[in-house]
Nanobody, 122 residues
């Protein structure tokens, strides 16, 4: 499966953004999906995951209550709604597809999108 992330941009602290990740192919619904982020100069970190049927989600403590992951299997798309953004949320955000749920480990995701930059100004 090929993944294409979009929706990043520049936003002020307290603002919102919605990221999208469109998947090619007809197998999207077979995969659990995740979002990761990588701040400049730092390691990639887990943000959120959603089960293949959309029936369960899992979040990093740092984003819990502010971010919401969702998916539309009919549109082959996973979303990340980000509210109450903070400067520390600034990073390149990646979507990923894998067979395990829930997992926060990046090497357990088999497919990755190219990343979209999110910058939160203070």
């Amino acid at each position: 499966v090929q993944l294409q992330a979009s929706g990043g941009g520049l936003v002020q602290a307290g603002g919102s953004l919605r990221l999208s990740c469109a998947a090619s192919g007809r197998t999207f619904s077979r995969y659990n999906m995740g979002w990761f982020r990588q701040p400049l100069g730092k390691e990639r970190e887990f943000v959120a995951a959603i089960r293949r049927d959309g029936g369960s989600t899992y979040y990093a403590d740092s984003v819990k209550g502010r971010f919401t992951i969702s998916r539309d299997n009919a549109k082959n798309t996973v979303y990340l709604q980000m509210n109450s953004l903070k400067p520390e949320d600034t990073a390149v955000y990646y979507c990923a597809a894998g067979n395990f749920f829930p997992t926060t480990v990046s090497n357990q995701y088999a497919y990755w999108g190219q990343g979209t930059q999110v910058t939160v100004s203070s």
